[in-house]
């Protein structure tokens, strides 16, 4: 079992940066990726960017390209997503999610274990 905790939302102006964390207790798996995804209000959960926790490899939706990094700290077991130029758009809950067997695509049924998620609100 892995518990994934997001920290670092929160409400944030228009152009403004966020940087948000993910910190994986439990079991985790060496072939495991880990993704952020995030879910406005009356919209389906969406893709944003996952990385490979051996290789560090990482995969971005195409919103997310310039814009969004996904990074990791293996010491401290914990995935991060640098969001830089918000807009209003942006505006969702974020959450990230593990797969165990290595699935690293923007289907969220294929991901094993979710954090509860951190609000991130971009207004003016």
């Known amino acids: 079992q892995v518990q994934l905790q997001e920290s670092g939302g929160g409400l944030v102006q228009p152009g403004g940066s966020l940087r948000l964390s993910c910190a994986a207790s439990?079991?985790?798996?060496?072939?495991?990726?880990v993704g952020w995804f995030r879910q406005a209000t009356g919209k389906e959960r969406e893709f944003v960017a996952v990385?490979?926790?051996?290789?560090?490899?990482?995969y971005y939706a195409e919103f997310a390209k310039g814009r969004v990094t996904i990074s990791r700290d293996s010491a401290k077991n914990t995935v991060y997503l640098q969001m830089n130029t918000l807009s209003l758009e942006d505006t969702a809950v974020y959450y990230c999610?593990?797969?165990?067997?290595?699935?690293?695509?923007?289907?969220?049924?294929?991901?094993?274990?979710w954090g509860q998620g951190t609000q991130v609100t971009v207004s003016s």
């Open positions: 439990g079991r985790t798996y060496s072939s495991s990726t």
């Open positions: 999610a593990a797969s165990k067997d290595g699935y690293s695509g923007s289907y969220p049924r294929r991901y094993d274990y």
């Open positions: 990385l490979r926790w051996s290789s560090g490899r990482t």
